[in-house]
């Protein structure tokens, strides 16, 4: 890619430097070229949590960042921020009016022609974070308590009656009683994940990942110098992305703080693979912990599951650590949520579910 000027991205979203997607793309931008602008020409959209841009005004400009990229990394930038938005995104020739005044000529990635419905709400403010998703910011302290409801101890005289024993036997009532509201929270949790992940990769997948495939056949060409682009990939899907975590740096450091429980699940429909959350009892480092609680998600359809307290607990297990896991990385990785969480009565790092864990399940 040869031209004078810079090559220059406009990012409304994820990637923005202070949200969770930015780490996709860090190394290909210049860390000391980044101004925050708008554009005039588009309002604003979220579909699934996601941020559209779509032509046209709206009650506002659409705020963002403008990247710079790294001198004879351009197309290797456009590549990669194509790969993460997915065929739902079409990059298009944006003018950018920068806070300081100043207008440049930027490829942003915007919403493809026909993707519009009736579910798609306009951002009104132009600008979007993730610290303003409804999904993260309520969900997370509502199973805070759904989660203390369920797995807090015998109730004593002056608690909580709705607090439940932890069940003796598969022959127990409580076992029951326990089991399917605590599958309905952990399910509604691992939702949470897939949301999370989604705003940390988007579409992006391992970079040893066959890109054979490809999801549309047009827009192979770069908007800034007209060369033709590599094949657009399939989309990433939850468990790919939730697999990725496992290699995030902040991911496995919250794993770490959260201090989560062990265990090993074996794969429903795969004999003999297994995965576990920690590497050995005795080195509490990190092993597949993502992977191990989203497979525990997967085995809760298996139709040759048998009641068992062994699988009780390993859902309880889960639930803790994941639960404890995610709240910290996501405290982390969104500026801005953990006051979201601190107005609906979570406190990140208080408020654990750790103390109604078990100990690694066997």
Known sequence: MTHNAPFRLFVYGALKRSQPGIAAVEELVVASDVAVGRVMSHHLETHDGLAFMRPGPGSAPVRGELLT???????????????????????????????????????????????????????????WTAADDAVLGGAVPALFRAFTQILGPFPEEGQDPRLRAVPRSVED??????????????????????????????????????????????????????????????AAGPASRIAQLDEDRGALDAVIRAQVPNFTVWAAYRSGESTSVLTS??????????????????????????????????????????????????????????????????????????????????
């Not at 351009?74 to 194509?82: N, Y």
């Not at 009532?173 to 897939?194: H, I, K, M, S, V």
């Not at 859902?315 to 982390?332: I, K, N, P, R, T």
């Open 69 to 127: 990229a790294v001198a004879g990394r351009e197309r290797e930038l456009l590549d990669r921020v194509k790969r993460f938005e997915g065929s739902m995104y079409r990059a298009e020739q944006v003018s950018v009016i920068t806070d300081g005044g100043s207008t440049f000529p930027a490829t942003a990635f915007v919403a493809r022609s026909g993707e519009s419905r009736t579910d798609w709400e306009e951002i009104r403010s132009g600008e």
């Open 173 to 234: 009532r409580a076992y029951w009683d326990e089991l399917l509201p605590l599958q309905g929270a952990f399910l509604n949790l691992c939702t949470l994940l897939e949301r999370a992940s989604l705003f940390r990769f988007n579409n992006l997948k391992p970079d040893t990942t066959d890109r054979s495939r490809s999801t549309t056949d047009d827009n192979k060409t770069c908007p800034h110098c007209g060369k033709v682009l590599p094949p657009e990939p399939a």
């Open 281 to 362: 009892e005795k080195d509490r480092t990190p092993d597949k912990p993502f992977k191990a609680w989203y497979a525990v998600r997967s085995n809760l359809t298996h139709q040759g599951k048998n009641p068992s307290l062994r699988n009780w607990r390993l859902l309880q297990a889960a639930s803790v650590g994941l639960f404890d896991s995610l709240a910290f990385y996501l405290a982390e990785a969104i500026p801005g949520i953990a006051p979201v969480w601190a107005e609906r009565r979570f406190k990140v790092g208080i408020d654990l579910l750790r103390p109604l864990a078990p100990n690694d399940v066997r």
